[in-house]
């Protein structure tokens, strides 16, 4: 805690005086890396660093029942856990409210875009469909969970297969085809800090920030998601200047996501 | 080209709301209830606007009590340690009556217990001696008015309208004590004490100034319902 | 959303909405101050069919002590819908859903409550969504705000929250149920007052950067509108003195 306000104080200086401590552009990502395949018995899965920060995603299928409204589209569920091994700050236990808000940021934009073509993991209309679990495990908590864990979760699903499903049970290890999917949605992050906007903050600048928005865009450059979290406030330009941000970089991140 | 004109946008005991801005210009401060937004002075409350030279206030309509030094309160013990009594004084701080503020005499710690003096349970009229910037309050009986206060009734009203209640130099508490023949102590935390013959019709007046506190007229208002009324019901 | 089931053919005919409201206008809405008796502050605000009620209880002291903070009060809000709220009813108890409201409309009072105020105290704020028909979190915030001024709590001004979505290509103000279910955008915003300060931002669904542009305009007018008849209402509050 006391870490926090110290370190308020000089990084909003420096970023008054238009530099920061790693000296990066306010509008530049540190470095990063994506490696899908990571883990052998998930169904897709994908390490991203950005930074220090480091989110490891896992897709797993299931067979399961689809919601009366929609009972021929298979099902999205997005987790996020946040480890006790990134951070000082995390303890074990249930996802608290900022894990739960993490979870719903990625999905959302994973969900608005359409990106998965739902329609097309049907398996017996009104009975059964595939449940696609998407979970994201944060392992380094450097700052900017939300752009890795993003990244993460699509670099999983690009290579995502479907099981082999004998009408009884899922036999894993046998694949029939990959998750069908429409876009690749990418999410962006960006802070304001003394009336400066900032994207990819670290766990240092972090503690400088007044408010706080995550915003996904779609491969046609679509804004599919906002969320603002935490405190402070955006005006209308501030808004504006953001998405245009989120568009700008969206194209930067995707390039990582070459399957 | 600034116009710095400084000018008020409301009248005197005017209802207003937060965010509400009362006045313009650099000329005027905020008092209680108010904060100052660039060249502006608005509200952070509702309730009724109080202008004094150049001071802008607001007497907040509602809200929860907290104690100045110097304040009459009337609290609840609520907890006894070796050497002092926790008191409950209807607000969101704790407060501490010590031995040396409550008892005059030498107390020898071994032989008795402060129970004695004061139990849990017991109503006292105090003083606030000091509120540290801590939050922690400390009371004293160290005042004429300060006693136990037992038997009677009591009632909790909205601390801001205890001026209301006790009338421009107690006029409308002597009122009320008059025509009811009752004992009647009034705490800056909005607790009330009442004591004596027509006790009901005490505590109608009081909930009335308290609901209509806002309105004018009511000194008439009051009158006529103790007035009125015959026996206490 | 596609195809989901028992979606209506168009959402928007001859410039009209389903429910014959125009692209910019609101259902009827409904602000109303101190509902409720017992709370130290309330408020309920509807926009048509949904509606929100909200209760204040504090400053109080906050507990565990350990967690107090010393030089400002702290806030907790609870966002539920109640089972019957909506037509498939839901199961009482939290949900993620009802978690992260809580959280964003917990930020968005942040903004303006003057926490240092009451150091050591906690704030209750609760959101109760009697009857849900879209809009449930802006209803909710719109509520909490009344019944925090209600409850004597110092704030800078209020919030004044509403949606805007997009159906069948069109921007539109006041997102209702249907177009919820079956439109494909829909955009929760809260602001300061009528200041340029969005505290409040949650957008589901596609939009270009230009039809962005326009949502964020139309949603901070709606605000704006939200404000005027949060403010009336408080003004009566005390008006006749009539206590409910």
Redesign the interface.
Known sequence: MMMGKANESYIKKMIEDGTRPDGRAFDEYREISVKTGVIENAEGSAEVKIGNTTVLAGVKMAVGTPFPDTPAEGVLIVNAEFAPIASPTFESGPPDENAVEMSRIIDRAIRESHTIDVGKLCIEEGEKVWMVNVDIYVTDHDGNLRDAGALAAMAALLTARIPKFDGERVIFGEYEGTVPLNDTPTETTIAKISNNLLIDTTIEEESAIDALITIGVTKKDEICAIQKSGSGYFTEEELIKAAEMAIEKGKQLRKHLKA | MTENKSEVLVKEKEIVIPGQTLAKGLDYLPSNGCYRSNNEIKSKVMGLTKIKDRYIGVIPLAGVYVPKPGDGIIGTVSDIQSTFWIVDINSPYDSILQLGEAVGEYVDLNKTDISTYFDVGDVIYAKVLNVAKSKNITLTMNDYRAKKLSGGKLLSITPTKVPRLIGREGSMIELIKNKTDCQIIVGQNGIVWIKGEKETLAIKAILTIERESHISGLTDKITKLLGGEKDGE | M?????APEKLIVKGKRLDGRKLDEFRPLVANVHPLAKA??SGEFKFGNTHAVSAVF????FFPRGLQD?KNTILTCKYTMIPFSTK?RIRPGRS??S??I???IR?AL???I?TED????GIDIFIDIMQADASTRCAGLNAASIAT??????????ISSCAVGKVDGEIILDVGGLEDNYGDVD?AVAT??KQ??????????????DE??KM??LA?EGCGKVYELQ?EA??Q???T?D?Q
């Open positions: 596609g195809s989901k089931v028992g130290r502050g504090g400053p109080k002291p010393p498939e993620r859903r978690t992260e809580s959280k964003v930020e942040e903004q303006v003057f009451y150091p050591k105290t001024a209600d409850a004597g709590v110092p704030m800078a001004d209020l955009f300061v007052g340029d300060k969005f505290v409040l931002l949650q957008l589901d669904g596609a939009v270009t950067l962005f542009k964020v305009k901070k403010q408080l003004k509050r005390y008006k003195g206590e």
